[in-house]
C-alpha cells in the first residue's frame, strides 16, 4: 500500500506531464488555425485581384509558404483546397491541407522535439525538487510507522544540511533526544516533562513548576551536588513600561539565548523562567569553583547585550547562587538561592553572590513570609544584638571611633549575621524600622556611659534613606538623647552615593546639619568616579577589604590608594582602611599614610573595647 506522501508525489508529477501535453496540443491547434486563416485570406485575395493565367502560373509556380503577390502582398500560409476548393472556367488551382502543410514543415518537429527535451527536462528537475521536499516528511512517515508496529520509539536520522531548512523535522529530532534522555530520569519526572503545562508559553522553556519537579527528582539520587542560580533581570520591568511587552520579551528571549550559548558543551542543565523577569538554572554535579566561573562568564555576557535607551546598564543583571548536596530539602534551597539574590542586589551593581559554606547552618534558609513573620517578631521584641568593632588610628594606636554591626536572635537564641538578614529585610520592607531600632539601641548604650568619648558609626540602608520622614525620624531619635550629640556617623557604600547623587545629597546634607558626620563605605569596591567627595559633606573614607587584602603585594592597590590619598587631602578627608589581617598588610598601609585601620589584626589589643549589647 502506499503512503500518502508517495500518492501526493505521483499525483503533483502526473499534473505536470498533463500540463505538458496540455501546452503542447495546445500550440499544435493553434498552428493549425492560423495555417487555415492565412489560405483563407489567399482565396479572398485572389477572387478580387481576378488574376490572369500567367499571373496564377507565376503564383502557382511560387512557393508556398512565403510569396510576393502583386506588390505589397505577402502569403504566409496555405489554404486549404479540401475546405476551400478554388476553380473556374479558365483555371484550377489546388492548396494542400493544413495539417500537412504543419505536419511536413521543419519548424514543427523542431518546435516538437524543443518541447520534448525541455518536458523531460522539467519533469525531472521536478521530481527530484519534490523528492528533495518530501524526504524528512517521508522519514518521519516511516519512523511514525515502525514506531506503531513495533511499540517503541527509535531515533530519526536526519542529515545535518536538513536540520536548519526544514523547521518541522529538526523539531521533532530535538523534542526525541528530550525525550530519550528523560527515560533514564525518574519515572514521575519522565511523565512531568511530557505535560505542555511544564513549559512556558512565551519562552518555550520551562516554568517553574518544570524546574521545581526537577530539582526534586535531582535530590532523590545517590550523592548529588550541584548548584542553583537565580537570575534576574533588574531593569526588564523599566524596558517593559517604556518599549512594551513584546520589545521586553524579545529582549528576554535575547538573554535566554546567551545562557543556552554560555551552557553549550556541558553534559547537563535545566534552564526556567521563574517569573516574568526572572531565570533558575540548575547546574547538576558541577563544583563550586566551575559556578563561581559560569557565574563571571554569565554576568560578562549579559553585560554585552545591547539594551533599549534609558536602561541601566550597571544594575541590569544580579544573580543568587546556592550549592547544596542531597542532604538539603528543595524548598531550603531555593530559599538560600533567593537570599543570595537579595544580598547581590543590596550591593548595587550587577554581580552575583553565594554565601560561604556553613554560613546559613544556623537559620536555615527561610521563605519570604516565615522571614517575614520572623523578622516582624524581632522587631517587636527588640531581639536585635548590636556588636562595636573599633578603628585604630594609624599614628597613636587609640580609637578613632567604633563601626556597629548588628545581628538578630532567632527563637533558639542563635545570632544571625546581618550579612543574612538585612537583604531580606529589604525584601519584606523593614529595613527603616530596623535602622530605626538599631540606632535607638546605640543611643542608650552612649547614654549609659557617659565617660565613653567614642563616636560610633552607623550603617545604613539605601531604602531607609530615600523612605520619606526617615531622617526627621532619626534625628528625632538621636535628640532625645542629648549624650549622643556629635558621636554619630553615617556609614553609606560609595557606589550607593554615586548612583543616587540627586535623591540622597538632600537626606546626607540634613544629617550633616543635625551634626552627625558621613563615611563613604566600600570605597574601591566598584570603579566609580570619585567626584562626590565634592558633593557630599564626606567626613572619612573606609577602604573596601578587597583593595586592602594583600596590599603588601599588590602594587596597582597601592597605586589606587596613593591616587585616593591626594583627592582626600584636598578636602580634608581622612582614609581607613578595612579588613586588615595581617602585620604585614597594615605595615604596607602605614607606609601609605592610611589614617586608620579595622579589623581581625587589631581584635586583641582592643579586646576589652569589643562588647555584645543586648537590651531588652
Known amino acids: 500500500m502506499l503512503s500518502k506522501t508517495n500518492q501526493q508525489e505521483k499525483i503533483t508529477l502526473k499534473a505536470l506531464f498533463l500540463s505538458i501535453i496540455t501546452l503542447y496540443i495546445f500550440v499544435c491547434l493553434f498552428s493549425l488555425i492560423a495555417v487555415y486563416q492565412t489560405q483563407n485570406n489567399q482565396h479572398n485575395t485572389l477572387e478580387a485581384l481576378k488574376l490572369n493565367d500567367q499571373q496564377l502560373h507565376n503564383l502557382a509556380s511560387a512557393p508556398v509558404m512565403y510569396s510576393s503577390i502583386i506588390g505589397k502582398l505577402v502569403m504566409k500560409k496555405q489554404v486549404n483546397s479540401r475546405l476551400l476548393p478554388i476553380t473556374n472556367s479558365r483555371w484550377y488551382l489546388s492548396f494542400s491541407s493544413p495539417f500537412t502543410i504543419v505536419f511536413y514543415s521543419p519548424l514543427f518537429w523542431l518546435f516538437t522535439l524543443v518541447t520534448l527535451i525541455s518536458g523531460l527536462i522539467l519533469y525531472n528537475r521536478f521530481k527530484q525538487q519534490i523528492a528533495i521536499s518530501i524526504r524528512p516528511i517521508k522519514k518521519l512517515e516511516n519512523w511514525a510507522n515502525l514506531s506503531i508496529i513495533q511499540g517503541f520509539s527509535n531515533r530519526i536520522d536526519i542529515d545535518h544540511s536538513l536540520k536548519e531548512t526544514y523547521a518541522i523535522t529538526s523539531a521533532i529530532h530535538q523534542l526525541q533526544q528530550q525525550i530519550n534522555d528523560s527515560i533514564t530520569s525518574e519515572t514521575e519526572w519522565d511523565q512531568n516533562i511530557r505535560s505542555s503545562a511544564l513549559l512556558d508559553q512565551d519562552t518555550r522553556i520551562g516554568n517553574r513548576a518544570y524546574f521545581d519537579n526537577r530539582l526534586q527528582a535531582f535530590l532523590k539520587e545517590e550523592d548529588v551536588q550541584g548548584a542553583v542560580l537565580l537570575i534576574q533581570f533588574k531593569e526588564m520591568e523599566l524596558v517593559h513600561n517604556l518599549h512594551g511587552y513584546q520589545q521586553a520579551l524579545s529582549l528576554l528571549l535575547t538573554l535566554i539565548q546567551v545562557t543556552k550559548q554560555r551552557l553549550q558543551g556541558q553534559p547537563s542543565y535545566f534552564l526556567a523562567r521563574h517569573s516574568d523577569y526572572e531565570l533558575s538554572l540548575l547546574l547538576p554535579n558541577f563544583f563550586v569553583q566551575e559556578v563561581e566561573q559560569l557565574a563571571d562568564r554569565l554576568l560578562k555576557n549579559f553585560q554585552a547585550v545591547v539594551k533599549p535607551i534609558g536602561i541601566n546598564q550597571e544594575e541590569f543583571v544580579h544573580i543568587g547562587i546556592s550549592y547544596f548536596n542531597n542532604a538539603q530539602l528543595p524548598y531550603q534551597i531555593m530559599s538560600e538561592a ?279
Not at 558609626?457 to 542629648?482: E, Y
Not at 596590599?551 to 578627608?573: G, R, W, Y
Request: glycine residues 6%.
Open 338 to 616: 533567593d537570599m543570595a539574590l537579595r544580598s547581590a542586589q543590596l550591593q548595587g551593581p550587577s554581580q552575583w553572590f553565594m554565601f560561604e559554606a556553613g554560613e546559613l547552618e544556623v537559620v536555615k534558609a527561610k521563605g519570604s513570609l516565615k522571614w517575614r513573620t520572623f523578622l516582624s517578631a524581632a522587631i517587636k521584641r527588640n531581639g536585635f544584638v548590636i556588636f562595636f568593632q573599633p578603628v585604630i588610628a594609624s599614628d597613636s594606636a587609640e580609637i578613632l571611633h567604633h563601626e556597629v554591626l548588628s545581628k538578630v536572635r532567632d527563637k533558639n537564641g542563635a545570632l544571625i549575621n546581618a550579612r543574612v538578614f538585612i537583604p531580606m529585610a529589604k525584601k519584606c520592607g523593614l529595613t527603616m524600622q530596623i535602622d530605626l531600632l538599631i540606632l535607638e539601641q546605640v543611643c542608650r548604650v552612649l547614654s549609659h556611659e557617659p565617660d565613653q568619648q567614642y563616636s560610633c558609626s552607623i550603617n545604613i540602608s539605601l531604602d531607609s534613606l530615600l523612605s520619606v520622614g526617615f531622617t526627621d525620624k532619626f534625628i528625632a531619635i538621636s535628640q532625645r538623647f542629648p549624650a549622643v550629640k556629635g558621636k554619630l556617623l553615617i556609614e553609606i557604600s560609595e557606589y550607593q552615593l554615586v548612583s543616587n547623587i540627586i535623591e540622597l545629597a538632600p537626606a546626607l546634607e540634613q544629617l550633616n546639619n543635625a551634626g552627625m558626620k558621613i563615611i563613604a563605605d566600600k570605597v574601591g569596591q566598584y570603579v566609580v568616579s570619585a567626584n562626590y567627595i565634592n558633593i557630599y559633606p564626606i567626613y572619612a573614607m573606609k577602604l573596601h577589604r578587597s583593595i586592602v587584602l594583600d596590599i603588601d603585594k599588590k602594587t596597582e592597590n597601592q597605586v589606587f590608594i596613593q591616587s585616593l590619598k591626594t583627592l582626600a587631602a584636598a578636602k580634608s578627608i581622612a582614609v581607613y582602611a578595612l579588613g586588615v589581617e595581617r602585620k604585614a598588610e597594615w605595615r604596607t598601609l602605614l607606609q601609605l599614610d592610611v589614617k586608620g585601620g579595622q579589623g581581625h589584626f587589631f581584635t586583641e589589643p582592643v579586646a576589652q573595647v569589643a562588647k555584645a549589647i543586648h537590651l531588652d
